[in-house]
């Protein structure tokens, strides 16, 4: 057994008492980081006709502060309910040294990330989402416990991203993804983890200054822009990139709903209105998802490539594996076409797909249902283009050229 730490004060009942009660807890240092606190609790206990005073209690800190013991300072240790000093050091080191499945350890930022990991591999998402957070969480606010974090202080950490030279967006990005991690680390600790407002406060996404536009990048290029992407990528890329930008413009769907994707679900029984099963994406708290695929239409063309795609890799294979830098091999194309400047990214593949839909005067329930979207969502983030489909819009109009009825009889009172 490691060697005890001694202190006067703390080491026996008779010490204990006369110190005077307070509310900032006596510590001493027990390992580097780690602390025992003992608290002397004001008041008095009563038992029968005799008055004696409240015992004290024993917790631990280290980066955190857990309240694990009464002190015998009037009734024997049990090492249980009741420890002596000694029985106290121990069960101190134990909970700060405890193994990630020990229960009575809070769990830190750096366990959370790692956790959602986890659970990102486990349903078939990015893990890179977690990876990368921790190139930018520092080594204090990896070691400090989810229940202590506070508002200011995540709201100052992504401001310091911004501050180190990261885009708005990239940063929002980055919190959203430690966002994530928290609220997992929460739900699986519901009781010691009741801080959920300072993440949802603390890292609310920012928007740009003098902009009431959403955090993202909102960007639409007519069907000549984009089918010519398409084309440029089957000369400039692989095939397999290639068909990954073309099925991405042909839906409108995310990458990751793409990458989901497997032969059977490639409906073109009727080779001329073929559709397309997309999942869902994976929205929302773990635990509360619900897989579902929603019947896509798609083009002709665009299925035979797929169609053709599933003949090749076989049945038991998706339509995809996963591509990396697909946003930076964007970026060669794009400049191979002279769009370099305008800075656009592959998600204005999805952008265009729901603005051709609206200007097409489609109602905005069918271009939810098939972006896996809601309606308030589009309305928030298209409102611009609402009012570009006039044709479908002017249909509702009274007509002041409609014919005059002249057989109307007034009612007699």
Known sequence: MARSIHSEKLKNRTNRLKLPPRRKPYKVMIAP?????????????????????????????????KRFALADDHEDANNGTVMSYYQAQQRAL?????????????VTVGEAIDAYKTDLAARGGAKYNATSLRK??????????????????????????IAKGLKLS?????????????????????????????????????????????????????????????????????????????????????????????PADILDDDPDAPHLMIWCSNKGPAGQ??????????????????????????RNRPLFDRIWNVSKRFDVVLKRLGLADQK????????????????????????????????????RTYARYLDTAKDSARKGLLDDAAPAVDNVVRMVR
């Open 33 to 65: 980081g780690i602390f025992l606190c003992y608290r002397r609790n004001a008041g008095r206990v009563v038992e029968g006709e005799a008055r004696r005073d409240a015992p004290g209690t024993w917790s631990v800190e280290a980066g955190w502060l």
């Open 289 to 314: 998802r619900d897989p579902e695929q929603r019947k896509v239409e798609i083009t002709p063309k665009l299925a035979a490539m797929l169609r053709a795609r599933a003949i090749a890799r076989g």
């Open 344 to 379: 656009l990214s592959p998600y204005l593949l999805r952008h265009s797909s729901i603005i051709r839909q609206i200007r097409n005067g489609r109602h905005l329930r069918f271009i939810a249902f098939d972006h896996d979207t809601s309606t308030a969502e589009i309305e």
């Open 136 to 161: 930018h969480v520092p080594a204090p606010m990896l070691a400090k416990v989810v229940m202590l974090l506070t508002k200011t202080e995540l709201r100052d950490w992504r401001n310091g991203l």
């Open 94 to 106: 134990k909970l700060a040294r405890g193994s990630e499945g020990d229960s009575d350890k809070p």
């Open 170 to 262: 990239s940063a929002n990005r980055v919190g959203k993804s430690l966002k994530a991690a928290l609220a997992l680390a929460a739900r699986r600790d519901r009781k010691r983890i009741t801080n959920v407002a300072a993440w949802k406060d603390g890292l609310k996404p920012q928007k740009a200054k003098g902009s009431n536009a959403p955090p993202r990048d909102n960007y639409y290029r007519p069907d000549g822009v984009i089918l010519a992407i398409v084309r440029e990528c089957y000369v400039a890329e692989k095939p397999d990139y290639a068909a990954l930008i073309e099925t991405l413009a042909g839906t409108g769907a995310r990458e990751s709903q793409i990458l989901k994707l497997w």
